[in-house]
């Protein structure tokens, strides 16, 4: 069921779905929706076993968590030392993401079962006055405004990188045998560089965060034609979901829509 929620004169709604996939015996991905913060959050955990969804639970369970605590807050007195050039909504992303980040990195530390464990993460704020976006991985963010789709976030693979370094083709891309391969995730490392966007929303936006579950089983082109036709979200992420396991279901496969809407 979709909720919503005012924004400046507007409102912005939110619906989501996860779903294992069809070859995975269980579901590493986890998302969130608006409690009381118009934010919104996929991570795909990865380790193996039952730490990636210890992962993924970790990092949607503590950006939201200092989301929710640092919600009236006016003195700074967060675990990291702040951008004072950044707005204060993007510096609760990033704070919030590196928290995230050294949780899950120390529980791998500490805990034997889940040692190697990480999660991507695209998490997004819906402020009044700017959307932030905050992501670190292979989990996307895409956005469709007056009728072209585009994707903000940039991809922390191998994959990505070699297509940067190397202009691969469409052929070489398709080829490439080690697809799968993050450069960049939550729990690697104590620390972590957070990417972050920050822009205006316009009426009728939609944005869609999505697990690779999705991405790697349908094109972009495909996801933009979906995105465009279907106004009615709920009905969007059981399409998308469900067109994703159509094409092969090789992985978990998470999606958040959200809209831009008047009020």
């Given amino acids: 069921m979709s909720t919503s929620f005012p ?12 779903n294992v996939g069809m070859k995975r015996d269980h579901n590493e991905d986890a998302y969130y929706l608006p409690e009381t913060e118009r934010l919104a959050i996929v991570a795909d955990g990865m380790g193996g076993h039952a730490s990636g969804e210890v992962a993924s639970r970790m990092a949607v369970e503590t950006i ?8 009236d807050e006016q003195e700074i007195t967060w675990p990291f030392k ?13 704070t919030a993401i590196k928290l995230a980040n050294l949780k899950i990195h120390e529980e791998a530390e500490k805990n034997p079962a889940c040692r190697g464990m990480g999660t991507t993460v695209v998490s997004t704020l819906f402020a009044d006055d700017a959307i932030i976006i905050g992501h670190v991985g292979d989990s996307r963010l895409y956005r ?3 009728g072209t789709f585009d994707q903000l976030t940039e991809d922390h693979s191998l994959l990505n990188d070699y297509i940067k370094m190397k202009h691969l083709s469409p052929e070489e891309i398709a080829a490439f045998p080690h697809k799968n391969v993050i450069v960049r995730a939550l729990g690697m490392k104590s620390t972590i560089q957070v990417d972050v966007i920050a822009e205006q929303g316009r009426l009728g936006d939609v944005y869609l965060l999505c697990s690779d579950g999705l991405s790697g089983m349908l094109a972009d082109t495909d ?11 709920d009905a969007l992420c059981e399409q998308l979901v469900s067109t ?6 090789l992985d978990n496969i998470t999606v958040v829509a959200v809209r831009v809407e008047r009020e």
């Fill in 223 to 233: 996801i933009a034609t979906l995105v465009a036709n279907q106004p009615d979200l």
């Fill in 7 to 18: 924004l400046d004169g507007m409102r912005v709604r939110f619906s989501g779905e996860t």
């Fill in 82 to 94: 702040i951008d004072r050039g950044h707005q204060h909504n993007l510096n609760r992303m990033v």
């Fill in 144 to 146: 469709l405004r007056e």
């Fill in 244 to 249: 994703a396991n159509q094409n092969g279901g």
């Fill in 64 to 71: 939201a968590g200092f989301f929710k605590e640092t919600q």
